[in-house]
């Protein structure tokens, strides 16, 4: 009779190992989907890509024009231009003509700020 009940008792035990084990196993196949999803929304978010040339245009803009103690020369708008073209986005290209073609100061204050609304909004591509 011992050896009967040590015998069922075994024969319990594997049972319930065999069952840990599958619990095991699907835990597992749950964590590896879980943690691939979480990387494939890590990697949109951080791929997510931002418009550098409009960032470059931006970066380019400030330097050149905003924090320059004189008035941007003949190369520095045609580096200008072209990077406005580059952006290839028609509203900015629009806001930069209005921009450089204000005749009074209120006016390009006002498109100057359209124009950096604008850009900054084509950077985070909203």
Same mark, same amino acid.
């Given at each position: 009779?011992? !050896?009967?009940?040590?015998?069922?008792?075994?024969?319990?035990?594997?049972?319930?190992?065999?069952?840990?084990?599958?619990?095991? !196993?699907i =835990? +597992?196949?749950?964590?590896?989907?879980? $943690?691939?999803?979480?990387?494939?929304? $890590?990697?949109?978010?951080?791929?997510?890509?931002?418009?550098?040339? $409009?960032?470059?245009?931006?970066?380019?803009?400030?330097?050149?024009?905003? =924090?320059?103690?004189?008035?941007?020369?003949? !190369?520095?708008?045609? +580096?200008?231009?072209? $990077?406005?073209?580059?952006?290839?986005?028609?509203?900015?290209l629009?806001?930069?003509?209005?921009?450089i073609?204000?005749?009074?100061?209120?006016?390009?204050?006002?498109?100057?700020?359209? =124009?950096?609304?604008?850009?900054?909004?084509?950077? =985070?591509? !909203?």
């Open positions: 009779m011992n !050896k009967a009940v040590y015998i069922i008792i075994i024969i319990i035990l594997i049972i319930f190992n065999a069952f840990l084990i599958y619990q095991n !196993k =835990l +597992e196949a749950k964590i590896d989907s879980i $943690a691939q999803d979480i990387t494939t929304k $890590a990697t949109f978010q951080v791929k997510k890509p931002l418009n550098f040339k $409009a960032a470059e245009f931006l970066n380019l803009f400030v330097k050149k024009v905003l =924090l320059a103690k004189e008035a941007p020369d003949f !190369k520095t708008k045609l +580096e200008l231009n072209q $990077a406005v073209y580059d952006i290839q986005d028609n509203a900015i629009e806001q930069w003509y209005k921009f073609n204000s005749t009074s100061e209120e006016e390009t204050t006002m498109n100057l700020k359209i =124009l950096l609304e604008l850009l900054s909004d084509k950077i =985070l591509n !909203k």
